[in-house]
Nanobody, 124 residues
Framework: QVQLVESGGGLVQAGDSLTLSCAAS????????MGWFRQAPGKDREFVAA????????NYADSLKGRFSISTDNAKTTVYLQMTSLKPEDTAVYYC?????????????????WGQGTQVTVSS
């Protein structure tokens, strides 16, 4: 079992920055892929970013490159999502997720563990 707990969400203004955290515990491995996804009201869950534990490589949704950054702590037990220049359209529930492999990292269905989500609301 793996437990993922997100934190750091909140209400911010457009242009602000916010950093989300995801604490992982249980049967985690340094080679795991950790991903961030988001879901806005009435929309499908979409890929935001992922970090592949086995290689350390990062991958981002094309529309978010340059504004969002994913990282981990040295122990690889906490994953961060730093978000800058936030826009109202970034408003969503943000989820972190884990998968064992480093392929199809943009596909939410391939992740086996999910956190409960944290709400990010960006006001204009």
């Amino acid at each position: 079992q793996v437990q993922l707990v997100e934190s750091g969400g909140g209400l911010v203004q457009a242009g602000d920055s916010l950093t989300l955290s995801c604490a992982a515990s249980g049967r985690t491995f340094s080679s795991d892929t950790m991903g961030w996804f988001r879901q806005a009201p009435g929309k499908d869950r979409e890929f935001v970013a992922a970090i592949i534990g086995s290689s350390g490589r990062h991958n981002y949704a094309d529309s978010l490159k340059g504004r969002f950054s994913i990282s981990t702590d040295n122990a690889k037990t906490t994953v961060y999502l730093q978000m800058t220049s936030l826009k109202p359209e970034d408003t969503a529930v943000y989820y972190c997720a884990r998968k064992r492999a480093g392929w199809n990292i943009r596909e939410s269905a391939t992740y086996d563990y999910w956190g409960q989500g944290t709400q990010v609301t960006v006001s204009s």
